[in-house]
């Protein structure tokens, strides 16, 4: 799911059939523009991703990847009111900052505990390469 002024759902999970089909779309998403809606995304992930009508299965881990490049646009109050609904809800939340204008306490908020675990910061766009084996690695070992 992509947001900015509004969560636009993008992916869902029973849609792919495969894991190559799958990859190819993760890597086809594009960046959205506009103003940073996190509580919304969050939301809409809480609401509508993980839900059994768009492919989520009960006994699966619900993970979600937040990656914002600042401040929340509705404020930091909405936002992690959002995330904790949605962790309270058995979603783990990675939140990732993009720049140097990151609200790190909002940031700090939106990421599941321990956040040294799960929350980080780079750079630029670019570097969120960088994450990717890190994360996969993570992830592997949380669903073991």
Request: charged share 20%; aromatic share 10%.
């Amino acid at each position: 799911m992509l947001f900015a002024d509004t969560p636009w759902p993008r992916l869902f999970l029973n849609t792919y059939t495969n894991k190559a089909h799958l990859k190819q779309a993760i890597n086809s998403v594009q960046r959205m523009y506009g103003q940073t809606n996190t509580a919304g995304g969050l939301r809409t992930l809480r609401r509508w991703m993980f839900s059994e009508q768009w492919g989520a299965r009960r006994d699966s881990m619900k993970i979600g990847v937040v990656i914002t490049d600042g401040r929340s646009s509705n404020g930091r109050k909405k936002t992690l009111h959002q995330a904790k609904l949605t962790r309270d809800a058995g979603i783990h939340l990675f939140a990732i900052g993009v720049g140097f204008r990151i609200d790190s306490t909002e940031l700090h908020g939106i990421a599941s505990r321990p956040q040294e675990d799960f929350m980080f910061k780079v750079g630029s766009y670019s570097a969120l390469n960088h994450l990717k084996a890190m994360l996969a690695t993570r992830l592997q070992c949380e669903g073991t």
